[in-house]
């Protein structure tokens, strides 16, 4: 937080509740630190952090980080189920949390042995003996308290970030704190952010190229205009050009979203200088639109994965003839395909994008068996590189373009999908005998969620059904949009399910 | 009343057009949300905001936007797509009951 230091009086962020300073988030960082500190929180403990983007989201994950602590920012429409894995997995000492998401975090915490204390924002709910109001917390010390020399060094972690695995369930990403020094650098240089800009972020923070519009915003001293979500698209392009934003980071369902309800006549959107996609490729007549609704802007197309924040950007020069390009590495990362034997391909050839870099994570949370097999000895013995899962191509020019991925995962609205962890969902109904969900092209999402059930015949199972009990159970963005129901689902020899054919 | 006015919130009026009363209307969106959105009934206050308790995101709102569409046989203008109109669900309700009685004015 030096550049906070270095200019208290600017605007760090603004949300729904108005403008916060770099030095109101310096001292309610600080105070919220130092009681993580007098809450027995050390060097390397984990705290849970559940909000909608909001300025006291920032400065509770920031306190996090200056009593040494490892932030771990949950989506907040995590269900209670998945809630309490996270908390167990990652033994979270404190979980932070919007005193609205009570019916979700009161349960959760209960199943959680290692908590001792659930840190409330705007409100203490009844339920929970161990709660603590991060208002009282932050207002309550006239003085402002400080902070003990926590004796942290750059390789220690700093966040976890979840991200959806292949097994079904999720695995927590490490980034040490220079990874995401790193990380932050290497974007915001190859962006040219700059301090006078206003970035919006739409993304929730829990989602990794979220998160680093803040954590640049820190490190770049620009401001930092947090939108709850994207469900009031109007409202966020209103509330862009009140605030005369400059940079506008997304994915492709947000970019569809704002081509679909185009033009803004009554808006004034030409502040906007740099449009940034990352996720998914655009499709290229979508990229064509963005620059006439934006013709003063850049676009960057982007690439990356949570595991290493950014692998690729591509020249916005170079937009017109590498248009479904994801470009290539960003600054001091190196980026190279490989077959299935870890031989290097050359261009024209399909293999598996590995990174090396002082961006790629530590590993995955308590899960050597999943850290092994994605982190792998590269040429320099004893470095470590990425094995991406993702199937790439290059051209001769060496730009690389997505092909695939070399598991089912897919993405959807910008985030991880495991098919794996919706069916283990479906099956929980007794109606369901059988369940497959895969993705399906979607104009607006680029892929979509379909799920495909055979009923049990103990119960009517219609979509309805079936739909609730997703909502249930999964964050928003996983609910499939599309559900069949079907007598049969085509099998293979071996009576595997053949997904291949849905 | 049928079972149709019924989960339209909707009461006959003597001249047979029916009036929507702003109650119903709350009680028809909630039983909506409640039931597509979540399980246990007594969780959502009208005033509840949809969006930061995390009940409801941008596909949510659509589908509540559906909802009243085919409801109340009212057209949502993308405009008025806006927290003011919907986060919750008294402000549903107002919307609704707004825009059917300015189209019922127009009508006329």
Redesign the interface.
Known sequence: MDSARRQSGKVAVIDVTGSHTFGELDRLSSRFASWLQSAGIRRGDRVVLMMENCATLVAAFFGVLKAGGVMVVVNPTTKVDKLTYVLNDCAARILFAADRLARVVVPAAASAPDLTAVVWAGGIPTGVSTSIGFEDITKASALDADVRETGLIDTDLAAIIYTSGSTGFPKGVMLTHRNVCHNALSISTYLGLARDDVVVSVLPLSFDYGLFQVLMGVRVGFTVLLERSFAYPYDVMRRIAEHRVTVLPGVPTIFSTILSMAPYDNLDLSSIRILTNTAAALPPAHIGRLMELFPQARLFSMYGLTECTRVSYLDPDRLVDKISSVGKAIPNTEVYLVDENGVPVPPGVVGELVVRGASVMRGYWGNPEETARFLREGEIQGELVLYSGDQFQTDDEGFLYFVGRTDDIFKCKGEKVSPKEIELVLYELDEVAEAAVVGVPDELDGMAIKAIVVPTGAGALDEHLVRRHCRNRLENFMVPKFIEIRDILPKTESGKIQKRSL | MTAFSEAQGSEPSAGGAEVLSNDAVERAVKNYIV??????DG?LDFD??L????I??????MEIVSFIEETYGIEVD??D???EN?DSVSRLACYVVGNKRSNHSEAL
């Open positions: 039931e597509s959105f979540l399980l246990d969780e509840t905001s969006i930061e308790s995390g409801i995101d941008s596909t949510g709102i993308e405009h797509l806006v927290p919907f």
